[in-house]
Nanobody, 127 residues
């Protein structure tokens, strides 16, 4: 049973930083894709970043809106996923979710392709 538990959200002023964590367990597949989505009130859930830790080398994916500001990573054992968020903007305010595709498909940014979700953690950026 795949389980995802997020932590690390909070409130910060514009220009500040936060690091989100996602404790992941129950992965028994060779290939999977794990990432972060966010959803602001009244908006669709959107893909923020994802990582595909393939044996031949990890691939990372980012939404254009966060490139250069956010960094996705995993610990060595692959048990914890991180999202380092720098230079935060008010438009980054949203509920952030950790999600996993098991096994991985080719569409990292499509929420419909993710079967497993965490409960979410709130990020609020004030101007």
């Amino acid at each position: 049973q795949v389980q995802l538990v997020e932590s690390g959200g909070g409130s910060v002023q514009a220009g500040g930083s936060l690091r989100l964590s996602c404790a992941a367990s129950g992965f028994h597949y060779i290939t999977y894709l794990i990432g972060w989505f966010r959803q602001a009130p009244g908006k669709d859930r959107e893909g923020v970043a994802a990582i595909n830790p393939r044996p031949t080398g990890r691939s990372t994916y980012y939404a254009d809106s966060v490139k250069g500001r956010f960094t996705i990573s995993q610990d060595g054992a692959g048990n914890t996923l991180y999202l380092q968020m720098n230079s935060l903007k008010p438009e980054d305010t949203a509920m952030y979710y950790c999600a996993a595709q098991v096994p991985a498909t080719s569409s990292w940014a499509s929420a419909n392709d993710y079967a497993y979700w965490g409960q979410g953690t709130q990020v609020t950026v004030s101007s």
